[in-house]
């Protein structure tokens, strides 16, 4: 089967995203840098660990006095659904549904988009209000790296499925894109499942105390 | 070089290697920056040796002294010993597993690239006020220190560097997963083709430590952020952390390779099948699961407390069990064995005992309260060109001798060969197994220079006369490579006589499609299988039919060369010099700027023909 | 070029059968994310309430974290579908050497 040829409902398998070598190969290799993302970002963690509240004085405000529920909870609900959005691009894309695949996609932009907005917005709120930045402290060091890595992989997403959206809009589904939408969407996953922990670690569990 | 390539002049050569995906090209490609970059770290061990040949020398000052260590360590460890070991596998692993190419042609080109152009950063800062001062760890007490740019290049060069890496490891590990041929399962994987596979999961979760590490202190150097800033909050301790927990499984990434090509060289040339073959894919995964369990074995004396040390300590010694396994089972493969006295084979016999050596005064490091004693001394400098040298830089000298047919289509001159080894061979034992004692008596290492009459003199001297003895061998061995090139007298599969795996079924050097039908496996050392039964080469597990290749492309050259000039901008911010944003803008938009258009511009690749494929087979007067 | 498509012999059958199949995993997904929001709510919930000690709630909506991104993984990644042997080993591996590396960042970084 050769990957730039024109399918139709019949003959669109099953698995698209593994149906070729290439695609296999795609696939596996994608799956192997998530494994290394990991750890990269479980490198990450473990120094806004050791760093969080490290401040040089006492008029530093700490994470219990900085983060705010409302906003963060916010911020979550756009980046989970955002997921589901993607989630059921993918649905269309083994449907052999171009048309709706985009549309989706165009949401989990959208939603994608919003979350970076609110997070520019929360940075600056940072800066602003409470002189928490990059260089004021150890603990602003290691809150912006993480949750800037972070941040970064969301805008690196954004340009890559747009560019996958519209490189691909006018001739519809093969088995040479198809592969590329999935790991695009494996690597959103990705994403959020990196935001459930930094909801949970950097924000819920810096307001416990 | 295949005959193609001779017909061409120089410019479209040069071309063809700067655009090539051919994993036997890049493989060339990182046999020449890697055997550069061997050259010029080994020159800087020469200048060490003769600023250390007798005491209170003035040969280099104090200053660039520490400059020349640390391009030393560095240089080696990433830009010469790293390279090389991708040279082998990249040129055997896809042969000897029956693949056409690796997984990803075009990443691998990239990786190359990567690579290729952070080195070339690291060692521009000669030019620029200094190079890095701080050592190859790079401690970020002493790096953030350090005045000058020396710190920021090994800082971008080695992050530019390590991200070829990384994506080397993946493309290995695919290939090695998806593209086996017909009846190559896991437990019939000749053992080289094992430890690429465990080294490339082991680059795959140490690199990114390594990455985090040097994006932190980027940061802290160029970015005013505060990691390492002790008086901001920061502690040091954490790149000491960051930087072993990559640097421990980096000498297994480098070692287990090493043991991948003596695996090979003792069934070849013992003529007798590889001894305890399950056991030692079994002690491959171990020692590279357990290489992440023990980083802190290098910072024993930072103070973590009894409890973590005694673990790391224990843990440590553990490797020792299956490095044990591995030892046992050469030595027996050996044992009844029709012995033939290679240079590759010299390399591998001299390999054990001083491996051995190197892993004995591991363990004695390994005891956490003794390290108090031996630790920052030349013991530890003994202890790990023990290890490195007696093991990795002695498989990359057999590896050359071994695979150089296959990869350049003639043989290097055997006799030339030992003399290599037998000057390398004294020199390397006179070096350093002197330092052991030096380190003993009190030479602490990093020293630019000593006192006479505290009895460091004799020793030093007999240090750097050992030197000497290794210069000579790496020059005949240029000598001789120069020589073999000129005279260029082709030979054939197996030249060695004694091939047992995939590789030397075929021709040498293989056609860029590698093989015309893809091979059906039978069992381990597939090749050898084939040969006792009479038959002259590999039964095809596919009809005769059309080949998908891939194309060049210039993309990866120009994707690497982008983030170097990003990096010249990032180096130069902290000067607040008003170019050094422009600069990184426009690195990163031509880097960006060519992922895009590999990103929008199809790449099917090309088919190379049956009908082509047959009428290759009437010029060489049929081969199969 | 192994193809895993599931055969009938009748193509159309096989489409019927295909669509039925993924809206029904397509269901499970979407009750997997009935349940994340859900996690979350309360983890949220759990903070927002001043009362808990800080030794329940940390360990708690850590947990939560953890399950939530199970469902994750194994419903919106597949991961829970053939040939996600390799995919999972490796992720696996990198979470050992990720959770060790925080261990030793929050035990023996400051003393």
């Known amino acids: 089967m050769h990957a730039e040829e024109k399918l139709t409902h019949e003959t669109w398998p099953a698995e698209p995203e593994k149906s070729t070598l290439e695609a296999k190969n795609k696939f596996l290799g994608f799956w192997f840098f998530l494994g290394g993302e990991t750890v990269l970002f479980a490198s990450l963690f473990a120094t806004y660990l050791a760093l969080k509240d490290k401040v040089p004085d006492t008029t530093h405000t700490l994470a219990k006095d900085l983060f705010d529920l409302p906003l963060t909870f916010v911020a979550t609900m756009l980046l989970l659904t955002s997921s589901l959005t993607s989630v059921y691009a993918m649905y269309h894309m083994k449907n052999f549904n171009a048309k709706k695949m985009n549309l989706w996609l165009i949401l989990t932009l959208l939603l994608g988009a919003a979350f970076l907005a609110l997070e520019v917005y929360e940075f600056s709120h940072y800066v602003h209000e409470y002189h928490h930045t990059f260089t004021s402290s150890a603990f602003g060091s290691a809150f912006y790296t993480l949750v800037g890595f972070h941040g970064a992989h969301v805008a690196f997403g954004l340009l890559w499925i747009t560019t996958l959206i519209v490189r691909n809009y006018n001739r519809g589904l093969d088995l040479y894109n198809a592969p590329k939408f999935y790991v695009a969407s494996l690597y959103w996953h990705f994403i959020d499942v990196v935001w459930v922990f930094i909801f949970t670690v950097v924000y819920l569990m810096g307001m416990v105390g | ?624 | 070029m192994a193809n895993s498509q599931l055969n009938s012999g009748n193509p159309r059958v096989d489409i019927e059968y295909r669509r039925k199949k993924s809206a029904e995993e397509m269901k499970q997904q979407v009750v997997s994310f009935a349940l994340m929001i859900f996690l979350t709510l309360i983890a949220f919930a759990a903070v927002a309430m001043k009362g808990a000690s800080a030794w329940f709630v940390v360990p708690f909506i850590l947990l939560l974290a953890a399950v939530q991104v199970v469902f994750q993984l194994y419903y919106f990644m597949h991961m829970k579908h053939k040939g996600h042997e390799a995919p999972s080993m490796f992720l696996y591996s990198g979470l050992l050497v990720g959770l060790i590396t925080i261990l030793a960042f929050t035990t023996i970084i400051w003393w």
């Open chain 2, 1 to 624: 070089m295949s005959t193609y390539a001779q017909k061409k002049g120089f410019g479209a050569t040069l071309w063809d290697y700067l655009t090539t995906v051919d994993h036997k090209k890049i493989a060339i490609l990182y046999l020449i920056a890697g055997g550069f970059f061997f050259v010029v770290g080994g020159l800087e061990a020469v200048f060490i040796r003769i600023q250390l040949a007798v005491p209170n020398n003035d040969f280099v000052s104090a200053g660039l002294f520490n400059e020349i260590i640390t391009m030393h360590g560095t240089t080696m460890i990433f830009l010469a010993a790293m390279p090389l070991v991708f040279a082998f596998m990249n040129a055997v692993m896809p042969l000897q597993i029956g693949a056409r190419d690796v997984a990803f042609p075009f990443v691998n080109a990239l990786g190359f690239w990567l690579f290729f152009f952070g080195g070339v950063f690291l060692n521009l800062s000669w030019f620029f006020d200094g190079a890095p001062d701080a050592g190859w760890t790079s401690y970020a007490s002493l790096a953030m220190a350090s005045k000058g740019h020396g710190v920021d290049f090994y800082v971008l060069g080695l992050q530019i560097s390590g991200l070829g890496t990384l994506i080397g490891g993946i493309n290995f590990l695919v290939t090695i997963i998806n593209m086996r041929a017909p009846g190559m399962t896991y437990m019939r994987m000749p053992l080289f083709t094992w430890t690429t596979f465990v080294t490339s999961a082991l680059i795959l979760f140490a690199f990114p430590p390594l990455t985090v590490g040097l994006v932190l202190m980027m940061f802290d150097r160029m970015f005013g952020s505060n990691f390492f800033v002790t008086t901001m909050g920061g502690n040091t301790v954490i790149w000491e952390h960051l930087f072993w927990i990559f640097g421990h499984p980096e000498v297994y990434i480098l070692i287990l390779p090493a043991f991948g090509i003596f695996s090979e060289i003792f069934p070849m040339f013992s003529r007798k099948r590889l001894f305890g073959y399950s056991s030692m894919v079994f002690a491959t995964v171990l020692i590279g699961f357990l290489g992440f369990m023990v980083w802190a074995h290098h910072m024993f004396t930072t103070g973590l407390g009894p409890v973590a040390n005694a673990i790391f300590a224990v843990a440590t010694m553990a490797i020792g069990v299956p490095t044990g396994i591995k030892i046992f089972n050469w030595l027996f493969t050996i044992w009844g064995g029709s012995v033939k006295f290679t240079t590759p084979m010299h390399w591998a016999l001299a390999f054990i005992p001083s491996f051995l050596a190197g892993g004995v005064t591991g363990v004695m490091l390994a005891a956490a309260a003794a390290d108090y004693q031996y630790h920052d001394t030349y013991f530890v400098v003994a202890h790990f060109h023990y290890v490195i040298v007696g093991g990795v830089v002695f498989a990359i000298f057999a590896g050359t001798h071994l695979y150089w047919p296959k990869m350049f289509g003639t043989m290097l001159n055997e006799t030339l060969g030992k003399i290599t080894f037998w000057l390398f061979f004294i020199g390397f034992h006179m070096t350093f197994f002197i330092q052991h004692f030096l380190g003993l008596w009190g030479m602490p290492r990093r020293v630019f220079t000593y006192l006479p009459g505290q009895g460091f003199e004799t020793s030093n001297l007999i240090s750097s006369i050992g030197a000497v003895f290794m210069s000579l061998a790496v020059i005949v061995m240029l000598y001789n490579i120069i020589m073999t090139s000129v005279k260029n007298v082709k030979v054939g599969n197996d030249p060695w006589g004694d091939g047992r795996t995939l590789e030397w079924a075929l021709p040498s050097p293989p056609p860029f499609y590698n093989f015309k039908q893809l091979p059906l496996v039978r069992g381990l050392d597939a090749y050898w299988l084939e040969k006792m039964e009479g038959k002259k080469g590999m039964t095809p597990a596919e009809p005769l039919g059309d080949i998908h290749m891939p194309n060049s492309s210039f993309l990866p050259f120009v994707i690497a060369f982008g983030l170097f000039v990003a990096a010249f901008g990032a180096l130069f911010n902290m000067d607040d010099k008003a170019w050094s944003v422009p600069v990184i803008i426009i690195g990163l938009l031509i880097t960006f700027g060519a992922m895009f258009l590999r990103s929008v511009k199809d790449d099917h690749g090309f088919h190379i023909h049956k009908e082509e494929l047959m009428e290759d087979d009437n010029d060489k007067g049929v081969k199969a």
